[in-house]
């Protein structure tokens, strides 16, 4: 009885400790949801998010820094929370699918109630727009009352086309302008707002492209003058006293939402990478590192230009010289074509070492290397002399920063493995 007694003491244990693993898929699920709004700054989504994390850093056993999870700083962001409507000879244009109102534009409204505004349709050619626009002539457009000018973006070079979408965002600072576009929809945020309206519409969703066709647009325009948002750390300590620390970093930000009906859920970008960063933490929240800390860092503020970690590293909680070293993790959602490090150029012994690692535990088919880049959280830190890599997955889904980047289209094909690779290379730093 007594042998049977402990089996199932053994058992039990071993049940308790499954239950209390972090679950990288019910976490991401969790981030993408409707309930956090695509974690950005319209109905809070950004705080809800930080709430969240910072429960699942109590549930890890991650300390918080000063009694406290969070580190609070505010900027000036551009939002879209509630009317977004456009109907376009009759038919409904759908946000994030058929047009997107760039990140900088303005609405149609800035005060509650809103109503609609009735525009006329003017169709011009992208070559035509630039030859008006280099002569310095805007009346050339010919524009009658209540027209709004139509760009056909399209058929052009990169070069060309970036040219003709940077002086239409120049004309949308002082009036109204819709971009046809053929291209995925790329959707951003911003601290600025321009004086006017600028949308992009797929021009597949328009089919009878003529002069004169009835365009009614309701958009709600509110630009936050101090938005508050939350970079949230804990710290797992060593198990002796701490002669350096290494920095796992993610950023949680995502667009939030396009009006009340239309969010971006940033599964890929990056609900994954912060599943990963705290992946990663479990495994030294049970064994430790002898003599270096590890402080846990999920960035806000990333996708409006890195606000977040510029924040931290002009207010550290722990000397920036005590920092051996950063690992950023960014778009974790795949892996089928390999992992690429950003600064892996840079350091190249710890490159090396993080290659040699792969080739041990085959945790994905390749391991390259990029050189400095300031296009993650990295950046900051790395400028102001701490080491460290911006790691990013390659694979199939090709869904950045639109609608189609949901949880559905993960993988999470290297997940495993990566998790394994990182907490084996920062054990041998």
């Given at each position: 009885?007594?042998?049977?007694?402990t089996?199932l003491c053994f058992?039990?244990?071993?049940?308790?400790?499954?239950?209390l693993?972090f679950?990288?898929?019910?976490?991401?699920?969790?981030?993408?949801?409707?309930?956090?709004?695509?974690?950005?700054?319209?109905?809070?989504?950004?705080?809800?998010?930080a709430?969240?994390?910072?429960?699942?850093?109590a549930?890890?056993g991650?300390?918080?820094?000063?009694?406290?999870y969070?580190?609070?700083f505010?900027?000036?962001?551009?939002?879209f929370?509630?009317q977004?409507?456009?109907?376009?000879?009759?038919?409904i244009?759908?946000?994030?699918?058929?047009?997107?109102?760039?990140?900088?534009s303005?609405?149609?409204?800035t005060?509650?109630?809103?109503?609609?505004?009735?525009?006329?349709s003017?169709?011009?050619?992208g070559?035509?727009?630039?030859?008006?626009?280099r002569?310095r002539?805007l009346?050339?457009?010919?524009?009658?009352?209540k027209?709004?000018?139509?760009?056909?973006?399209?058929?052009?070079?990169?070069?060309?086309?970036?040219?003709?979408?940077?002086?239409?965002?120049?004309y949308?600072?002082?009036?109204?302008?819709?971009?046809l576009?053929n291209?995925?929809?790329?959707?951003?945020?911003?601290?600025?707002?321009?004086?006017?309206?600028?949308?992009k519409?797929?021009?597949?969703?328009i089919p009878n492209?003529?002069?004169?066709?009835?365009?009614k647009i309701?958009?709600y325009n509110?630009f936050?003058?101090?938005?508050?948002?939350?970079?949230?750390?804990?710290?797992?300590?060593s198990?002796?006293k701490?002669?350096?620390?290494?920095?796992?970093?993610?950023h949680?930000?995502?667009?939030?939402?396009?009006g009340?009906?239309?969010?971006?859920?940033g599964?890929n970008?990056?609900?994954?990478?912060?599943a990963?960063?705290?992946?990663?933490?479990?495994?030294?929240k049970?064994k430790?590192?002898?003599?270096?800390n590890?402080?846990?860092?999920?960035?806000a503020?990333?996708?409006?230009?890195?606000?977040?970690s510029?924040y931290l590293?002009e207010?550290p909680?722990?000397?920036?010289?005590?920092?051996?070293f950063?690992?950023?993790?960014d778009?974790?959602?795949?892996?089928e074509?390999?992992?690429?490090?950003?600064?892996?150029?840079?350091?190249?012994?710890?490159?090396?070492k993080?290659?040699?690692?792969?080739?041990?535990?085959?945790a994905?088919s390749?391991?390259?290397?990029r050189?400095?880049?300031a296009?993650?959280?990295?950046?900051?830190?790395?400028e102001?002399?701490?080491?460290?890599?911006?790691?990013y997955?390659?694979?199939?889904?090709?869904?950045?920063?639109d609608?189609y980047?949901?949880?559905?289209?993960?993988?999470?094909?290297?997940?495993?493995g990566?998790s394994?690779?990182?907490?084996?290379?920062?054990r041998?730093?």
């Amino acid at each position: 009885m007594k042998k049977y007694l402990t089996i199932l003491c053994f058992l039990c244990t071993i049940q308790l400790n499954a239950q209390l693993e972090f679950d990288h898929k019910e976490f991401t699920k969790a981030m993408c949801s409707a309930e956090f709004h695509g974690r950005g700054y319209v109905n809070g989504g950004d705080s809800i998010a930080a709430a969240y994390i910072a429960s699942k850093y109590a549930e890890i056993g991650i300390a918080p820094v000063s009694e406290t999870y969070y580190q609070t700083f505010d900027f000036g962001v551009n939002t879209f929370p509630s009317q977004c409507d456009v109907l376009f000879s009759g038919q409904i244009l759908i946000p994030g699918k058929d047009y997107i109102a760039t990140a900088t534009s303005s609405g149609t409204c800035t005060q509650q109630p809103c109503k609609p505004q009735k525009y006329y349709s003017k169709f011009i050619s992208g070559k035509e727009f630039l030859e008006t626009i280099r002569k310095r002539d805007l009346r050339a457009f010919n524009l009658k009352e209540k027209q709004i000018l139509i760009v056909k973006n399209e058929g052009y070079s990169v070069e060309i086309s970036r040219q003709i979408s940077y002086l239409i965002s120049q004309y949308a600072e002082f009036q109204p302008i819709i971009e046809l576009v053929n291209k995925k929809f790329t959707w951003s945020v911003s601290s600025i707002r321009q004086g006017s309206l600028h949308l992009k519409i797929q021009s597949s969703a328009i089919p009878n492209q003529t002069d004169g066709l009835e365009i009614k647009i309701n958009i709600y325009n509110r630009f936050l003058n101090n938005h508050i948002s939350r970079n949230v750390f804990g710290m797992i300590e060593s198990r002796k006293k701490a002669k350096s620390t290494i920095m796992l970093t993610a950023h949680y930000d995502h667009l939030g939402r396009l009006g009340s009906e239309t969010f971006f859920p940033g599964g890929n970008d990056n609900a994954s990478g912060v599943a990963m960063m705290l992946s990663v933490a479990q495994r030294f929240k049970n064994k430790p590192l002898r003599n270096t800390n590890i402080l846990v860092v999920a960035f806000a503020g990333e996708e409006i230009g890195l606000l977040g970690s510029k924040y931290l590293s002009e207010h550290p909680v722990t000397p920036l010289d005590k920092i051996k070293f950063q690992l950023n993790m960014d778009i974790m959602g795949s892996g089928e074509k390999g992992i690429t490090a950003v600064n892996g150029k840079v350091f190249t012994k710890e490159f090396k070492k993080l290659q040699k690692m792969n080739k041990r535990l085959k945790a994905v088919s390749v391991v390259k290397s990029r050189g400095k880049s300031a296009n993650s959280d990295h950046h900051y830190f790395t400028e102001k002399g701490v080491p460290g890599f911006f790691i990013y997955t390659m694979g199939y889904n090709q869904n950045y920063h639109d609608i189609y980047d949901t949880f559905e289209a993960l993988t999470f094909s290297s997940f495993e493995g990566l998790s394994a690779l990182f907490e084996k290379f920062i054990r041998h730093l």
